[in-house]
């Protein structure tokens, strides 16, 4: 009896993760789960902007040809607002949250963040690249 409830539970579990790694499958709107994130010049694209509180997993595509990052960081200030100094995003002014670093053309890393309620902000902070466009505002409820 006991192990036919656990070959069950095993079975449902193979079923979970067989579906979680079908890859083909949108970002619930408003999910956690996996967040893809598209860099280029000179933007950040997420395909969800929304998300619930726990692990999120960025997966980051750099469809650029320039060397990107992928910077997040705690604020109230809306993606377009943050202040600058010199050429970039002050982040000493921000909670940082964890950020990718050196994202060459074409790599596809993944960053994995327990992220608590609250609004978001995902930049690069290369020189310039934010004043030319490279944010998104990312709220998690
Ligand atoms: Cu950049």
């Keep these: 009896m006991r192990l036919r409830i656990l070959a069950a539970v095993l079975g449902s579990i193979t079923l979970l ?9 949108p970002a619930p709107a408003g999910g956690s789960g996996t967040v893809g994130a598209e860099l280029s010049e000179w933007a950040i694209k997420l395909d969800a902007s929304t998300g619930k509180a726990g692990t ?3 997966s980051v595509n750099n469809k650029g040809e320039k060397e990107h990052e992928f910077v997040i ?3 109230d200030l809306k993606a377009d607002s943050l202040p600058v100094v010199d050429d970039g995003v002050d982040e000493s002014a921000f ?3 964890d950020e990718i670093e050196d994202i060459a053309a074409g790599a596809t890393p ?6 608590q ?3 978001y902000v ?7 690249h934010y004043q030319k466009g490279m944010y998104a505002d990312f709220d998690v409820q």
């Design 122 to 128: 995902i930049l690069c902070n290369l020189t310039s």
């Design 73 to 75: 960081v705690k604020t």
């Design 110 to 115: 993944s960053l994995a963040v327990d992220l």
């Design 95 to 97: 909670t940082p949250v």
């Design 17 to 25: 993760v067989g579906a979680c790694s079908s890859g083909a499958a």
């Design 56 to 58: 999120v997993t960025f």
């Design 117 to 119: 309620p609250g609004h």
